[in-house]
């Protein structure tokens, strides 16, 4: 009867993993290959060669090893906690890493925004086109502007009109001067205008922009400040009481009642760090 019992359960076990683990893994795997794709075109953009295998292998193998490190980096009474928060770190890493990376190249690219406008303009004044305009940019700026340029005419180059290309660069730099440069540029082809006049507006604008936005820095520093305190206080008020005294905290963490309110503490700290932190930070005009 036992063993009867015990077959049922073994093949039905087996029936349930054959039919439902083998969809889950696929749609997974498949998530995965998709996410690699758009990392790998996005890294491509910003002249940095990956292979998408590579990509894949991270994504795959990333979670796993940070899920391992948090099983054997956290207590015993929390290994869960350490598993989850392991492979969602691995999980989300390559991302935020490229969008670090996309953040980076984009300021840098603003910073020298004021150069090839300048450029551009002295360009035009000597009675260059402003084909011949862009490929002076090209030549003379430092990367990432020389890269991004570079691409822009080589796709004018093999038929595609100069708006379609300005706008698959506004596409890859969203950056409001950029946008401002397109639409003088834009205009100026189609009704006419003196490009080296406004170019030089635009240039004055970027650098009031630049002040104003430094002294917004620099009045809303006390509350980023602020929010980053309150983000370390709570770990470093939890690290000293446990050196102190091990078992502090074995109510809190042991009763259901201790670890709802533990997590609504957690919610609540993130919460107000993250409304600290919006509230401090102003987008770019």
Request: charged share 20%.
């Amino acid at each position: 009867m036992w063993l009867i019992i015990m077959l049922l359960i073994f093949g039905s076990v087996a029936v349930f993993s054959f039919s439902v683990i083998p969809p889950i893994y696929g749609n997974i795997e498949e998530m995965n290959k998709r996410r690699s794709r758009e990392l790998a075109e996005r890294m491509d953009e910003m002249f940095i060669k990956v292979r998408v295998r590579r990509v894949i292998l991270f994504y795959t193998v990333g979670p796993i090893i940070l899920a391992v490190t948090g099983f054997m980096a956290f207590p015993a009474e929390i290994k869960l906690l350490g598993v989850v928060a392991g492979a969602v770190v691995g999980f989300l890493a390559p991302s935020v890493y490229v969008k670090f990376l996309t953040q980076k190249r984009t300021a840098k690219f603003e910073d020298q925004l004021v150069d090839t406008l300048m450029i551009l303009s002295s360009s035009l004044k000597g009675g260059l086109s402003l084909i011949q305009a862009l490929e002076v940019v090209k030549e003379e700026m430092p990367a990432p502007v020389s890269q991004e340029f570079g691409t822009l005419l080589g796709e004018n180059k093999m038929g595609i009109s100069l708006e379609e290309s300005f706008a698959r660069l506004y596409s890859r730099m969203p950056s409001t001067a950029l946008h401002h440069m397109i639409t003088a540029i834009l205009l100026a082809r189609e009704t006419g205008g003196n490009l080296p006049v406004i170019f030089s507006r635009i240039v004055t604008t970027i650098r009031e922009n630049k002040k104003i936005k430094q002294n917004i820095d620099n009045l809303t520093l006390q509350g980023k400040i602020q929010g980053v305190v309150m983000s370390i206080l709570p770990i470093a008020f939890a690290a000293v009481v446990t050196s102190s005294n091990k078992n502090f905290f074995d109510q809190l963490i042991n009763s259901d009642v201790g670890r709802m309110l533990l997590i609504l503490a957690v919610f609540l700290e993130v919460l107000g760090v993250f409304m600290i932190w919006r509230i401090s930070t102003f987008k770019e005009f």
